[in-house]
């Protein structure tokens, strides 16, 4: 969980959600991965795909069966559906996502006996360390869209007549 949270600290450096993910093989990394959807402009860049398709291009097969993923912020349907697909046996997250998290908060897609595979799902590991990172984020987030729209509603002169 130590280089997931150094992947989202880098996010957040990139100005990106600060969310990481490990992809790890018999103990050792095999690839790693960061929210970038800021800085590639795309909406399915989320730390866990960035780590499972890095992950399946270094094994050379989208298989990733004998792999653990390890991510800071419970995943989203979208990466919780990846997981299943790559046919990951293993997921360890940090901080629930009660608005959006589906493993446990709003579905249990890992889970989900229906589906061709399951997940084994451990959830909470350094939570407080990848909640309090989130959090920090977004406040520093909510202040500077604040502080934007109070100078744009002074308008064009920035108040001066």
């Known amino acids: 969980m130590d280089r997931a949270l150094e992947e989202a600290r880098a996010a957040e450096r990139d ?3 600060p969310v990481g993910a490990l992809v ?13 959807r800021e800085v590639d402009a795309d909406p399915t860049a989320h730390a ?8 399946a291009r270094a094994l050379g097969q989208w298989r990733l069966d004998d792999c653990w993923l390890y991510v800071t912020l ?12 790559a046919r990951l046996p293993a997921l360890v997250f940090g901080a629930h996502d009660p ?3 589906a493993v446990g908060s709003l579905y249990d897609v890992c889970r989900d006996e229906r589906l061709n ?3 084994a799902v451990t959830g909470g590991v350094r939570a407080d360390e990848a909640g ?8 520093a987030r909510r202040a500077r869209s604040r502080r934007n729209h109070r100078i744009a509603s002074l308008g064009p002169a920035g108040g001066v007549a």
């Open 48 to 55: 866990e795909l960035v780590a499972i398709r890095r992950a």
């Open 15 to 17: 100005g990106d959600v």
């Open 99 to 101: 608005k959006a998290g």
């Open 132 to 139: 309090e990172m989130l959090q920090r984020f977004f406040r």
């Open 117 to 119: 595979h399951q997940v």
């Open 74 to 85: 419970e995943p989203c349907v979208m990466c919780a559906g990846a997981l299943v697909n």
């Open 24 to 36: 790890v093989r018999d103990g050792e990394k095999l690839a790693s991965g960061r929210n970038r």
